[in-house]
């Protein structure tokens, strides 16, 4: 008996596929302290530090995939966060922030990976897709957040500045497309869904090294 095939939108499936782990991202110990208003601004800026490393992994990537004909078009100068993280970083951490910050464990095995998955384009794309939509999107909540309770607005939140984008529903909504017309059959579509759960584990994976010290960085 043959299984039948999903006739749902790639992007439509891929959300779906990805929905618990998303959540289980979001509703981590680190993320609801940050969320919450509980940490100080060291607290924050340690994910800001981890996110330079994964950062400059993925757009390492995207330079690398510009002439690729699938991966191409997944390219945007406008969504490049390594230059506004390293504002932030300056701006956070002080001019001499480059021989302070170190990269996690777990952030070590995330770049690793992005490394190896960004060898084919599904890969590079499913990385792609896990970081940068959710910034567009569910990232602008903690960027309130910053402004409303760790007095950080313009330098320091620059990561989460997405001006070069024009709308961004317009924007997540083309993206999407991009992902359903994408030439991919049902086994590498496939492909693309293990490697986004796997990206978002990653990202889970430092979210809980970073609540390992919670307590160094909790006001009060």
Not at 49 to 69: K, T
Not at 101 to 113: E, K
Not at 183 to 190: K, L, M, T, Y
Request: net charge negative; proline share 4%.
């Amino acid at each position: 008996m043959s299984v039948p095939t999903d006739t749902r939108p790639f992007s439509a499936a891929l959300r779906a596929s990805t929905l618990e782990v998303h959540d289980r991202a979001n509703y981590s110990p680190y993320m609801r302290a940050l969320l919450g208003g509980e940490l100080t601004q060291e607290g924050y800026t340690r994910l800001a530090i981890q996110y330079y490393f994964v950062y400059g992994a993925i757009e390492a990537a995207s330079d690398a995939m510009a002439g690729h004909p699938v991966g191409g078009e997944f390219v945007f100068d406008a969504l490049r966060r390594l230059p506004h993280l390293e504002r932030d970083l300056a701006h956070l951490v002080g001019p001499g922030w480059r021989s302070t910050i170190s990269p996690l464990a777990s952030t070590q095995a995330y770049v690793s990976r992005i490394r190896e998955a960004a060898s084919w384009a599904g890969g590079y794309v499913a990385h792609h897709y896990t970081r940068y939509l959710g910034d567009i999107a569910g990232g602008q909540v903690i960027r309130r957040t910053l402004e409303k309770n760790y007095d950080v607005a313009e330098a320091g939140a620059l990561f989460y500045h997405f001006d070069g984008i024009g709308s961004a529903p317009r924007f997540r909504d083309a993206y999407r497309a991009k992902l359903d017309t994408a030439p991919w059959d049902d086994d590498e579509r496939a492909r693309v869904i293990d490697e986004a759960l796997a990206a978002f584990e990653c990202n889970v994976a430092v979210f809980d090294e970073l609540a390992l010290r919670l307590d160094e960085v909790r006001v009060g």
